[in-house]
Nanobody
C-alpha cells in the first residue's frame, strides 16, 4: 500500500511564504513522480506543480510559476512545495499525488493513482 501524508498548511497573511511537505510511505519513493494540486471552496481541483522521479523534470501551472518551487528529498521520501507571495486566492486544500512510473510527469490528476488527504492553506488579507 502506498500512503501520502501532507503537512505544513495553516493560516498565513497575504505576501507570506509557506512550505508544504508530502511524505510517501509504502514503496520505493524514487520510482514515483509526485504532483501537487489544490481545490478551493466551490471549485474543481487544479494542478499546481509536479516533479519527476529523478527530480530532473519539473512542471508548473502558469498561474503559479515564478512564485512556486517543487523539490524532493529521496533520503526522507519527501516532496516539498514552496510557495511565495501568497494571495488570498491561494486559499485551498492542497493535495499531493503520486504516480509509479519512469515516464515524464503529467499535469492531469487522472495520471496519479495515489493521493493524500490534503492540508488546508488559508491566506488572509
Amino acid at each position: 500500500q502506498v500512503r501520502l501524508v501532507e503537512s505544513g498548511g495553516g493560516l498565513v497573511q497575504a505576501g507570506e511564504s509557506l512550505r508544504l511537505s508530502c511524505v510517501v510511505y509504502g514503496r520505493t519513493f524514487s520510482r514515483y513522480n509526485v504532483g501537487w494540486f489544490r481545490q478551493a471552496p466551490g471549485k474543481e481541483r487544479t494542478f499546481i506543480a509536479t516533479i519527476s522521479w529523478s527530480g530532473r523534470i519539473t512542471k508548473y501551472a502558469d498561474s503559479m510559476e515564478g512564485r512556486t518551487a517543487v523539490s524532493r528529498d529521496d533520503a526522507t521520501d519527501t516532496v516539498y512545495l514552496e510557495m511565495n507571495g501568497l494571495k488570498v486566492e491561494d486559499t485551498a486544500v492542497y493535495y499531493c499525488a503520486a504516480a509509479a512510473t519512469f515516464d515524464p510527469p503529467q499535469t492531469s490528476e487522472t495520471y496519479y493513482a495515489y493521493w493524500g488527504q490534503g492540508t488546508q492553506v488559508t491566506v488572509s488579507s
